[in-house]
């Protein structure tokens, strides 16, 4: 019989495990962006790579050691801290409530529930991402052992090599709306996978406007193609980097919230008192 109350035993046993995904079947795609864009995007002390590159990926978990089956997606940022190159994550749309909320809380993710679809069709995927109405990224590869840019092997194993950082940034808005109860903090973790299958492709990806989910703003300068992978992954723990500065950190911790005005003119809202 479950509990809200967990016992020593229970905390034990499930508390503290590695995140890990099993026979995770993903499509991850890359491309090139404006500099000024990245730059703009990233909080201190994150600074622009040498390279102004993004990826995306849309992913389906038929097995956790957490929850139910799952889809999940993913926008980043190639990001330096002091000299180390790891993917910030501007967004991350989700299928599962449980996988939201350990991302968010534990991890500093900004997580966000969504209709993540992706469907493989023999060597051609497609996949795409709504929220409030608006299928905001869609995506289209075909595995053909080539990507768009004949560039793209070497850029990658230069910039991305295997298993990078992840870079979030944990948080707690004040109670009171003002500020924070939970100082920002910048954190790290890896996640290591055990590729069963990989696959390079060619993509093209479309984006359509949304005030709450605006993948857009990361425009397209050069498609480098992307990689379809099958594998194993574990999310390691994660480490606390170094603490930020509230008020600069401020314009930047809006990810994890939909922005959202008041529709009701003043006289409206009046009257309804």
Known sequence: MGSFVKSPADIRQYGGRPTTFYDAEMLTVYWETKPEIIERLLPKPL????????????????????????????????????????NYCLSMPITSDIGMAM????????????????????DSISGSIGRQG?????IHAQMAEVFNDPEAEGILEQFYGKDIPLYNIKYSNAVDGSGFDLMPILVTQRLVSDVKVYKAAEASVMFQESPHDPWSELEVVKMLGAVYTVSTNVLEKGRVLEPLHPMEFLPYCYLRWDWWENKLQPETAESSV
């Open 47 to 86: 600074k622009p790579a040498g390279r102004p590159l993004v990826n995306a990926f849309i992913a389906d978990y038929p097995a956790t050691n957490f929850c139910p089956p799952y889809r999940e997606a993913g926008l980043f940022v190639l990001a330096d801290y002091n000299g180390e190159l790891g």
């Open 103 to 122: 991302g968010r809380e534990v991890c500093g993710l900004p997580k966000k529930m969504a209709d993540v679809r992706m469907q493989v069709e023999g």
């Open 134 to 138: 608006i299928d905001f990224f869609s």
